[in-house]
Nanobody, 127 residues
């Protein structure tokens, strides 16, 4: 059973940076596409970014393009979301999610695609 644990959230001022990590246990991430989702209070969950199992395909929500990057280190069983130029509207609980993938240069930001979810980490950006 794949288990995902997020870390790296916190409080940061507008314009600052945070690095979120998604660590896996139980299984290796080599054959899993990983995505980050976020949910702010009173709002629906939205996809932020994803990376396919090989790390050669990435996708970003328009709201974070040019500010966020995603990378993976399969040797360390982790996926990292680097968030720069943070804005108050980025405030949310951030979740990493995974689905089993053996081929294909793709991933999407549709929550129903993902079978495994972490517990989340809170990101708060003050103005």
């Amino acid at each position: 059973q794949l288990q995902l644990v997020e870390s790296g959230g916190g409080l940061v001022q507008s314009g600052g940076s945070l690095r979120l990590s998604c660590a896996a246990s139980g299984l290796t991430l080599n054959n899993y596409a990983i995505a980050w989702f976020r949910q702010a209070p009173g709002k629906e969950r939205e996809g932020v970014s994803c990376i396919n199992y090989r790390g050669d395909w990435r996708n970003f929500a328009d709201a974070v393009k040019g500010r966020f990057t995603i990378s993976r280190d399969n040797a360390k069983n982790t996926v990292t979301l680097q968030m720069n130029s943070l804005k108050p509207e980025d405030t949310a609980a951030y979740y990493c999610a995974a689905f089993l993938q053996y081929s294909g240069s793709w991933c999407n930001l549709i929550g129903g695609t993902y079978s495994y979810w972490g517990q989340g980490t809170q990101v708060t950006v003050s103005s």
